[in-house]
C-alpha cells in the first residue's frame, strides 16, 4: 500500500517536528498534516479520509485510543500506528484492540523509527517480546467462551511463543521454516483477532452487568 | 440424649397417657343423654346425642329414676371431692356402683317428665361404647391442659438438666395426672365404676398434690435457693402423707383432706414467692423472670384455690367447673414461654423455641387430618392433602413471621459490611469512633453507650444488662446499657454478633494497614529506582561531552522509564521477561549493522528480578553492545547466561579487535559496569584475547547493598 496522506497526532512540538521529518523520509511525497489533540484530530478526521495515520496516546483532551476508534469508524483502511515515548505494555496492547495495525516507540533513533515505518507500510507489524507475552495472557484469559471470538491457530501461537522468548521475525521465521513474510502475516491476523475478541470480551463484560 | 428426643419422650409420655383416658371414657355404656344438676336437686336433661330417642326426652326434660335407683342431682356431680363428708363420698361411691350395674344391662327403663306433664317410662338399650365425638369440650380442654403441662415441661427438661426444671416437669406431670383424670371422671355421662372411680379420684387427688408439692420445690431452689435438701424432702414427705391421709380417710374432715392441702401449698407458694423476690430485689434479670412466673403461678392456681377449694371448704357449691379451672392453669405455662423469651428464665433463650416449633407445626398437621377425617368426614387421602396444604400455607409463614420477629435483632445484617468498612476507612480517630458508636447504637440500641474496660471478647455484664464491646486497633473499649431502649437484655446472640462486628472491624482495619503499607513500599521503590537508575543517568547524560553518546543514554533511560511504569502497575518482572526483550531489542541494533547474535540463556522461568538488578543487567549487555558495534569491526556477538548456585553469570563476546587496557580504563561505559556489577556485590571481568570478552557474575538472592 502507498499512503497518499498521514495524520499525525501529537501533543509534543519537538516530537511533532522530529516524527513529521522522519514521515516525509520514510514516505517521500507524502501529505502530512497535523493534530494537536483528540478535539483537533476529530475535525481532521471528519474533513477527510486518511491513509495511515501516527497517534499518540496521551493527548491533553483525551486518550489517542479514541482517535484510533474514530478513525477505523470513519474509514477501516486507515493504518493506524501507535507512537509512543513509553511504551506502557497495557496501553499499547489496549491500542492494539481498538484497531491500530502497529506502533513505533519515539524514543528509539530516528534510524529505527525510520526503519519500523518503512517496514508497516509494507505490512510488516511490529511484536515486541513483552507486547507478545501480554497477547498471550489476553487469548488464555478470555478462552473459548464466546464463539464470535476466534481463537487463535497453532501457529500464530508459536509465533507468539517465539517473539515473548525475545526472537525476531527473521529467526521466528527460519526457526518454524517459514518465510518472513509470512510471519508478518500471522502477527497481523492475531492484531486482527485480538480486536476481535477483546471487542467480544467487552460486550461479554457489558451483558454480564446488565448494560446491553 | 439430644434434646429433641426429651421433648419426643415426653410427647410419648402424653400420648399413651391421653390414649388411656380416651379409652376409659369411651368404654362406658352410653345412653345420649347430657345431664346436670337441675335446681330442684333433679337431673336435667341439656342435650340428646342419640337419634334413637322418644320424641319427648328433650333438653329440659328432668330424668327422675333409672332402672330401680332414684337419680339425685349428686350423682351427676363434677367432682366427688367436693362433697362436704367421707359419708357422703362412700355413699356417692356406693351409687355409682349400682348406677354402673344398671347401667350395663342391655335395656334400662327411664323414668323422665317434660315440665308438668306426668312421668313416662321409657326402656332404653344404651349402647356398649360411648363415642369420642360426644364426649364434652371439657374433656377435651382437660386433655389439652395434661397435655401442655407435661410437654412444656419435658421441652425444659430437654434443653436445661437441672434440679429448678425437673421440680418444673414434675409439675407438668402432676398437672397432667390430675387432669387426665379428671377429664375421665369428670365428664361421665352419669356413672363409673367404683374401683375405676376410686383409682382416676385418687390420681386426681395424687397428681394436684404433686403439682404444688413440686411447684413448691422449684420456688425453694429457683432462683435462689433457699430451701436445703432436707427442706425439699420434708416438704414432699409431708405432703404425701396427707395424701396418703386424705385417700385412707383419715383426716378430721373430707373438704379439709381434699381441699386443706391443696390451701395450704398455695399460700406456701405465695410467701415463697415473696421471699424469692425479696432475695432478687439486688438481681434484676433474675426478679423479672420471677415475676412473670410467680405471677403467673400464682394466678393460675389462684382460680382453682379461690373457685373450687376455698368454697369446699365453706361448705359452699364450687363457683367454677374444675375442668375451666384447669383451663386457667395454661396461665402458668404462658408467663413460663414470657420469662423464657424475655428474661432468659431457667437460662433458656429464644431459641429454645425453635425445638418445639417444627414439631408443633407436625401435631398441627396430624391434628388437622384428624379433624378432617373424623369431623369434616373426608376421605383420609385428600384430608391429608388439605391438612398438608393448611399447615404449609397458614402455620408455617405465621412460624417464619414469628421466627424472625424473635430473632430478628441477632441476624447478621449484610448493609452492615459497609458501615464496618467506612470506619475502618476513616482517616480521622474521632470519626472512626463517633461512627463506631453510631453503629452499635444502630445495631443494638442501647439506652447509653460509655467507655468501658479492656476485654478481650465481647461479654454480657450484670445479667445482661450491659455489653461489653472490646476494643480495636482503631476503638477504645466501650459499654453499652440496656438493650433496645431498655426494653430487653443484651444476650449470647447479640454479643456474639458484637463479637463478629469486632472481628470484621479488626480485619478492615488490619487489611487497610497492609495496603497502606504496600502502597507505601511500592512507592518507596519506585523512588530508589527513579532515583538511581534515572537520576544517575541523566547525570550522565549532563556530563558526557558526546551528542551521540548523549542520546543513546536518553534512549535508554526512557527505556529504564518504562520498566519502572510496567512494574508500577502490578505486574512484575520474571529475568526471563527482561531477557527475552533484551534479546530481542540487541538482536535489532545488532542486525542493523550486520552482526550476528549468539544468545544463550538458561534461566528458570519464575525467577522474578527487582528493577535495580534489571537495569544493571540491561546496561551491561547494551553497553558492551555499543562498544562491539562501535569499535571492534566484529562479524559475531555472544552472550551466555545461566544461574549457577545463587549467582547469574552472564559471559559476553565478540570477535572483533579486541580493547586496549588503557582504552577500556579511560571509557566511561565500562567503569560504569563495573561499578554496578560491584555494586550487587558480584564482579565483572574484561579481557581482550580473541576480540572481547566479558564475564559477570551478579549474586541473585542478596543483590541489595
Request: with cysteine.
Amino acid at each position: 500500500m502507498i499512503a497518499r496522506n498521514l495524520l499525525i497526532v501529537e501533543d509534543v512540538p519537538e516530537a511533532l517536528a522530529w516524527l513529521t521529518d522522519v514521515a516525509r523520509a520514510a514516505f517521500p511525497g507524502i501529505t502530512v498534516a497535523a493534530a494537536r489533540s483528540v478535539q483537533q484530530a476529530a475535525e481532521k478526521i471528519a474533513a477527510e479520509v486518511w491513509d495511515m495515520a501516527l497517534v499518540d496516546l496521551g493527548l491533553p483532551d483525551g486518550s489517542g485510543l479514541d482517535v484510533i476508534r474514530r478513525l477505523k469508524a470513519r474509514s477501516p483502511e486507515t493504518m493506524c500506528i501507535v507512537s509512543t515515548v513509553l511504551g506502557d505494555d497495557a496501553n499499547i496492547v489496549a491500542a492494539l484492540s481498538a484497531g491500530a495495525q502497529g506502533y513505533i516507540l519515539k524514543g528509539q533513533p530516528e534510524a529505527v523509527v525510520h526503519r519500523q515505518l518503512m517496514q508497516l507500510q509494507h505490512g510488516i507489524p511490529a511484536l515486541s517480546p513483552t507486547i507478545a507475552r501480554r497477547i498471550m495472557e489476553h487469548f488464555q484469559r478470555t478462552g473459548p467462551v464466546d464463539g464470535d471470538i476466534e481463537p487463535l491457530t497453532a501457529r500464530e501461537t508459536d509465533v507468539l511463543t517465539m517473539v515473548s522468548k525475545g526472537f525476531r521475525n527473521a529467526e521466528v521465521a527460519r526457526a518454524l521454516g517459514l518465510a518472513e513474510s509470512t510471519i508478518a502475516t500471522h502477527v497481523k491476523s492475531i492484531y486482527r483477532k485480538l480486536g476481535i475478541s477483546s471487542r467480544a470480551e467487552a460486550a461479554l463484560h457489558a451483558s454480564r452487568m446488565g448494560l446491553t | 440424649m439430644p434434646p429433641v428426643a426429651g421433648l419426643l419422650g415426653a410427647i410419648a409420655v402424653f400420648v399413651v397417657a391421653a390414649l388411656g383416658a380416651l379409652w376409659l371414657a369411651t368404654a362406658q355404656p352410653w345412653l345420649g343423654l347430657v345431664m346436670h344438676a337441675g335446681d330442684d336437686g333433679l337431673v336435667v336433661v341439656t342435650q340428646v346425642q342419640r337419634a334413637d330417642l322418644p320424641e319427648g326426652l328433650a333438653p329440659g326434660a328432668r330424668v327422675s329414676r333409672i332402672g330401680d335407683i332414684d337419680l339425685r342431682a349428686v350423682d351427676v356431680i363434677e367432682e366427688p371431692d367436693t362433697l362436704p363428708s367421707y359419708d357422703a363420698i362412700n355413699a356417692f361411691l356406693a351409687r355409682q356402683g349400682a348406677l354402673t350395674e344398671v347401667l350395663a344391662q342391655p335395656e334400662v327403663s327411664i323414668a323422665w317428665s317434660n315440665g308438668n306433664a306426668t312421668v313416662q317410662q321409657t326402656v332404653i338399650a344404651p349402647y356398649a361404647g360411648r363415642p369420642a365425638w360426644s364426649l364434652p369440650a371439657e374433656f377435651w380442654l382437660q386433655l389439652f391442659v395434661g397435655g401442655a403441662g407435661i410437654i412444656i415441661g419435658g421441652w425444659v427438661w430437654a434443653l436445661k438438666r437441672d434440679t429448678p426444671s425437673m421440680f418444673f416437669t414434675l409439675s407438668g406431670l402432676g398437672l397432667m395426672m390430675s387432669s387426665l383424670s379428671a377429664s375421665v371422671y369428670g365428664t361421665r355421662e352419669l356413672a363409673l365404676g367404683v374401683s375405676q372411680l376410686k383409682a382416676l379420684s385418687a390420681c386426681n387427688y395424687l397428681g394436684t398434690n404433686a403439682f404444688g408439692l413440686a411447684l413448691i420445690s422449684l420456688l425453694l431452689v429457683y432462683p435462689q435457693r433457699i430451701g436445703k435438701p432436707w427442706t425439699i424432702v420434708a416438704v414432699w414427705v409431708v405432703g404425701l402423707i396427707a395424701v396418703g391421709a386424705q385417700l385412707l380417710q383419715m383426716m378430721p374432715q373430707q373438704a379439709i383432706g381434699a381441699y386443706g392441702p391443696m390451701l395450704v401449698q398455695f399460700f406456701v407458694i405465695m410467701v415463697l414467692v415473696a421471699a424469692q423476690l425479696y432475695l432478687s430485689r439486688r438481681a434484676p434479670l433474675a426478679r423479672a423472670a420471677l415475676g412473670w412466673f410467680g405471677l403467673s403461678i400464682l394466678l393460675g392456681t389462684s382460680v382453682f384455690v379461690f373457685t373450687i377449694a376455698v368454697p369446699a371448704l365453706l361448705g359452699l357449691e364450687p363457683q367454677a367447673s374444675q375442668a375451666h379451672a384447669f383451663g386457667i392453669i395454661l396461665l402458668i405455662y404462658c408467663g413460663l414461654a414470657i420469662g423464657v423469651a424475655r428474661y432468659r428464665l431457667f437460662d433458656l433463650g429464644i431459641w429454645s423455641f425453635r425445638l418445639g416449633s417444627y414439631l408443633l407445626g407436625g401435631l398441627v398437621l396430624i391434628g388437622l387430618d384428624a379433624l378432617l377425617i373424623y369431623v369434616v368426614s373426608i376421605e383420609r387421602i385428600p384430608a391429608f392433602g388439605l391438612a398438608l396444604l393448611a399447615v404449609g400455607m397458614l402455620y408455617l409463614p405465621l412460624r417464619n413471621f414469628l421466627g424472625g420477629l424473635l430473632s430478628r435483632r441477632s441476624g447478621i445484617d449484610p448493609s452492615r459490611f459497609k458501615d464496618v468498612f467506612d470506619i475502618a476507612l476513616s482517616r480521622n480517630a474521632a470519626e472512626q469512633e463517633s461512627k463506631w458508636r453510631a453503629l452499635l447504637s444502630n445495631c443494638f440500641a442501647p439506652l447509653s453507650v460509655d467507655s468501658g474496660s479492656d476485654i478481650s471478647r465481647a461479654e454480657i455484664f450484670d445479667g445482661g444488662q450491659q455489653l461489653l464491646v472490646p476494643a480495636t486497633s482503631a476503638t477504645p473499649p466501650l459499654m453499652m446499657r440496656y438493650a433496645h431502649g431498655g426494653r430487653r437484655l443484651f444476650s449470647q446472640a447479640d454479643a456474639d454478633w458484637l463479637q463478629q462486628l469486632v472481628a470484621m472491624l479488626e480485619h478492615a482495619l488490619t487489611s487497610r494497614d497492609a495496603h497502606e503499607r504496600g502502597a507505601r513500599q511500592e512507592r518507596t521503590r519506585m523512588a530508589r529506582d527513579l532515583h538511581d537508575n534515572i537520576g544517575a543517568q541523566l547525570l550522565r547524560t549532563l556530563h558526557s561531552s558526546d551528542n551521540e553518546r548523549k542520546n543513546a543514554i536518553i534512549a535508554e533511560t526512557l527505556t529504564d522509564l518504562r520498566d519502572i511504569i510496567n512494574n508500577a502497575q502490578g505486574m512484575g518482572m520474571t529475568l526471563a521477561e527482561i531477557l527475552a526483550e533484551l534479546r530481542f531489542e540487541t538482536d535489532d541494533r545488532l542486525v542493523a549493522v550486520g552482526i550476528d547474535l549468539d544468545w544463550q540463556s538458561d534461566v528458570p522461568d519464575s525467577r522474578v528480578v527487582d528493577a535495580r538488578l534489571a537495569h544493571t543487567l540491561r546496561s551491561i549487555i547494551r553497553e558492551a553492545a555499543s562498544n562491539t558495534i562501535r569499535h571492534a569491526g566484529a562479524r559475531h556477538f555472544a552472550v551466555e547466561i545461566a544461574e549457577r548456585a545463587g549467582d547469574l553469570h552472564v559471559r559476553i563476546s565478540d570477535d572483533g579487535s579486541g580493547m586496549t587496557g588503557t582504552k577500556s580504563r579511560r571509557d566511561g561505559g565500562l567503569v560504569n559496569m563495573t561499578a554496578r556489577a560491584e555494586g550487587h556485590g558480584g564482579a565483572l571481568n574484561i579481557s581482550s584475547t580473541n576480540g572481547t570478552l566479558i564475564e559477570v557474575r551478579i549474586p541473585l538472592e542478596a543483590s541489595q547493598p
